[in-house]
């Protein structure tokens, strides 16, 4: 979701600024805009559309300076139209603001700035931020008052970067549930919401602990708690692994990303064992397990909830992060989250967390992209270490929260197996001109289903949501037995009905399901290691153990999402209204 980029540096920034957007882009946005201090001045340029719109106006009408700040919008409160695109600046144009996440307390705000005088332009609930800052700035404070005494006013959660043409050396930033780090150059400091901001141009970071107030110049960094604290901080540098990603051959990251899975599997099955014994001991103890998640990381707890059971002998119930509420009475001492996000960034997942936290339970975060608020947050934190993840839709990551969880519940693991498993990964792959033919069959079509039991209904669900979010097809996931209970009526000559169809304990039922989708005029698609007379195609997966089909089923289903996707000629790294990381609620 939003992007921000704020620079104070030496030399002229905009195009550092432009390129930074570049780079936040996959995190999802509809609008971008930037804003320098210029001859004095403040002057913006922003536009509803592409960061590619934002720069072709820049072209037309440039800004520069040593200071500046620059986001991509995702809309929360306001159409997406260049007047509610950021920055947003107040009535005596000293003072411009960039946000990442919702003022809740705006519309007071608001109405009492109005009622002082204060004009408004936009829709946003952020250009509340610009027209507070002008008052207290006009009260004489500097720019850490300023952000001490906007912490006291604001409700909600925010990242916050603001200029003010009186401080031409600094910038203030404020987080408040919502990710800011700070990029330490050489003479220059960057605040991004996401080390992508200035990766290719540093490796030293400060990732702000929630709830500070920060001023950031060319050569320091002052870091305050939201009730005026010192706060002390760690310059990190960033592994090499985060470094720039690159498409190498491949015609998109997502793609690419799907190819990596045979080696993210590998990486993850062999890392650090005493971590994975942590955690299978921490779940062991546990009174009571919740797995907290969602979209993708979701049906990988569901398989991790199956995995716990199966080799481990442990009930857990998996939650959907945004409906926690409904079991915090749970929360307690002896209770273990399982938080599993990605991005580590998943506003849902981090306010389940924070209930978790509140009531004494213990955290286990299991996460990709580290450093994140979500490896801050937890106890114990399993790094994925499947590598930067660009493509919107998640595709190793969830392979490697799915080993991950099999690995856990699994001690008797070794290096064969895992090297077994990802060869057979690499099997799956070796699948793709199969399942290109037949995404030329359904690519018309106007819904799919996609069909499974036991391991495999978390693999129809994740089926169904990447045919959703690459190809924007209907798709639905559903559990074999329940196609009696009702979407059966929705079958009709030639609806396609993708069924997961392994070798394992679960095939002789689910191959009676397919059989009344097709008497029924279905199209049956089988995803199985041997072909049957019933399948009208078929996408031949390895041969392997049944705990190992998750693996190698979701291997096929992504594809064909993505070669669906790709005949369609949906924007696949980046699909419509989607967001890498969703911050907001
Ligand atoms: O970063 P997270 O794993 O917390 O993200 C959760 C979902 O937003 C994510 O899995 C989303 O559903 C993906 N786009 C699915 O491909």
Redesign the pocket.
């Known amino acids: 979701m939003c992007g921000i980029i704020g620079r104070v540096d030496y030399r002229d920034i905009s195009p550092n600024l432009i390129e930074g957007l570049r780079r936040l882009e996959y995190r999802g946005y509809d609008s971008a805009g930037i804003a320098t201090l210029d001859g004095g001045k403040i002057r913006v340029v922003k536009r509803a559309g592409t960061v590619d719109r934002l720069a072709e106006a820049f072209r037309s009408s440039p800004v520069r300076g040593t200071l500046g700040i620059a986001h991509t919008r995702w809309a929360t409160h306001g159409g997406v139209n260049d007047i509610n695109a950021h920055p947003h600046v107040s009535c005596d144009g000293k003072v411009a603001v960039i946000h990442n996440g919702i003022i809740e307390n705006f519309a007071e705000l608001k109405s009492s700035l109005r009622r002082e005088g204060h004009d408004f332009v936009s829709e946003t609930d952020t250009e509340v931020v610009a027209h507070l800052s002008e008052d207290i700035l006009r009260e004489g404070d500097d720019l850490m008052q300023t952000g001490l005494k906007l912490a006291k006013m604001l409700k909600g959660q925010y990242a916050l970067v603001i200029m003010n043409s009186d401080n031409p050396e600094r910038l203030l930033g404020m987080r408040h549930n919502a990710p800011l780090m700070v990029g330490v150059g050489r003479n220059y400091s960057v605040y991004a919401s996401d080390v992508l901001g200035f990766i290719d141009e540093t490796k030293r970071a400060v990732f702000l602990e929630d709830d500070t107030v920060s001023v950031a110049e060319r050569n320091h960094l002052e870091v305050r708690s939201l009730g005026g604290l010192p706060r002390d901080y760690k310059v990190v540098d960033l592994a090499e692994e985060l470094g720039s990603p690159d498409k190498k051959n491949f015609e998109h990251f997502t793609l690419k990303e799907i190819h990596e899975q045979p080696g993210s599997i590998l990486r993850i099955m062999k890392q650090d064992p005493g971590k994975v014994t942590l955690f299978r001991k921490q779940l062991e103890e546990a009174k009571r397990i919740f797995f907290v ?6 049906h990988a707890s569901m398989l991790g909830k199956i995995y716990l059971s199966e080799h481990m002998g442990l009930y857990s119930d998996v939650i959907l992060a945004s409906e926690y509420r409904s079991y915090e009475r749970w929360f307690d001492e002896g209770t273990v989250l399982v938080a ?7 506003m849902d ?1 981090l306010e389940a967390v924070r209930a978790g936290k509140e009531k004494g339970c213990s955290i286990l975060g299991v996460v990709n ?1 580290a450093p994140s608020s979500l490896e801050r947050m937890s106890d114990t934190v399993v790094n994925l270490r499947a590598g930067q993840e660009v493509g ?3 595709t190793k ?1 969830f392979t490697s929260q799915v080993a991950l969880f099999y690995s856990i519940a699994n001690k008797d693991i070794d290096d064969l197996e895992v090297e077994s498993i990802s060869r057979a990964v690499s099997d799956s792959l070796a699948q793709e001109e199969a399942v290109k033919s037949i995404a030329r069959e359904i690519a018309s079509s106007k819904d799919i289903y996609f069909l499974g039991r036991g391991k495999n209904f978390p693999l129809a669900l994740e089926g169904a ?2 045919m959703k ?1 690459l190809a924007y097809l209907h798709a639905e996931g559903i559990a074999a037995g329940e196609l009696k209970h009702g979407p059966l009526a929705l079958i009709e000559k030639g609806t396609p009905l993708i069924l997961i169809n392994p070798d394992d304990e679960t095939h002789d039922d689910t191959i009676s399901n397919g059989m009344e989708v097709k008497a029924r005029g279905g199209v049956l698609i089988g995803v199985a290691p041997d072909t049957h007379g019933g399948y009208d195609y078929f996408i031949r997966i390895p041969k392997v153990l049944p705990d190992h089909y998750p693996l190698v089923v979701a291997v096929p289903l992504q594809l064909l999402a993505y070669h669906t996707a790709r005949l369609l000629r949906a924007n696949i790294d980046k699909p419509r209204n ?1 967001a ?3 911050t907001v609620k």
């Open positions: 998640a969602a979209g993708s990381s979701y599993v996000s990605q991005s580590g960034e998943t997942v992209h919107v839709a998640a990551s949501l990447k979010e989607l890498k990381s969703v």
